[in-house]
């Protein structure tokens, strides 16, 4: 692979690592530098997870504190991850190529139409205020959790708002809490999700990943996750999300344009 291609990649996992310190949707960013090198979508969308995964333990132990009175949470809401994320990442790998490729437009637009729905939906949720834990919303919140890790395992970009409307419709209003169980949540689902591609990777789908590609990836997400963490309050997340949305609907126009002028 030409050092150009390793370079680009290298700086996207740079900047979607320091993205995903400040306000997230870095795969935006991985995913798509990934297939302008010449990956399939489903290479790159496997690479960009497995690359991606690492930085995400760090924003989890940053917020491991935060866990505190979220057991009951956790507890609940772990299962239908794991099984979602499971899921979701065999379907990805069952899906055809060519039924994927059609399929990358939509979710890219998916991706950033929450990243872009954040804001309007946490000024939302704050005005709703939280609800009574009762038996019907726990069931509801269990059953929102599984779709979102099903979600979360076949692409995963933007999962981060959806499981902070769920918890804030069942009544946690403490922000750091929620990043905390949110982050938590977001590792089990991909981590079971990297479980599934590794595994389906050596028994029935090899190639999909492509691991040089990993290692220096994840090694510059990590570089990249301390850079923003560090210009975090200078940057502001607003504008950072401003600027990763406009990247993401300027992206899904392309590969709409991409598949049917094909």
């Not at 991706?111 to 804001?119: G, I, P, R, V, W």
């Not at 991909?190 to 691991?211: D, K, M, S, Y």
Request: some cysteine; aromatic content about 10%; hydrophobic content about 55%.
């Amino acid at each position: 692979m030409q050092i150009a291609a390793i370079l680009t990649v290298m700086a996207a996992a740079f900047a979607a690592g320091a993205i995903n310190a400040i306000a997230g949707g870095g795969t935006l960013i991985t995913f798509p530098a990934l297939m302008g090198i010449g990956l399939l979508g489903q290479q790159a969308n496997v690479t960009s997870t497995l690359s991606l995964w690492p930085g995400s333990i760090g924003g989890f132990l940053g917020h491991r504190k935060d866990l505190e009175g979220t057991r009951a949470f956790a507890l609940r809401l772990a299962p239908p991850s794991l099984l979602g994320g499971g899921l979701g990442a065999w379907l990805l790998m069952i899906t055809p190529e060519s039924v994927f490729e059609c399929l990358i437009p939509w979710l890219i637009l998916v991706a950033t139409a929450l990243l872009a729905a954040n804001d309007p939906m946490a000024r939302l949720l704050k005005r709703l205020g939280g609800h009574e834990r009762t038996g019907g919303w726990w069931i509801g919140a269990i059953v929102f959790q599984f779709l979102v890790g099903i979600y979360g395992g076949y692409f995963g970009a933007g999962i981060g708002i959806l499981m902070l409307a769920a918890l804030s419709l069942l009544g946690l209003t403490d922000i750091h809490q929620m990043n905390g169980l949110k982050n938590f949540l977001a590792l089990s689902i991909n981590g079971i999700a990297i479980i599934t591609f590794i595994t389906t990777e050596f028994l029935r789908h090899p190639g999909n990943i492509v691991w040089h590609l990993v290692l220096l990836m994840a090694l510059s997400a990590m570089a990249g996750g301390f850079f923003g963490a560090h210009m975090a309050h200078r940057v502001g997340r607003r504008t950072v999300r401003i600027a990763v949305v406009a990247i993401g609907f300027a992206l899904s126009a392309w590969y709409f344009y991409k598949h049917h002028s094909a």
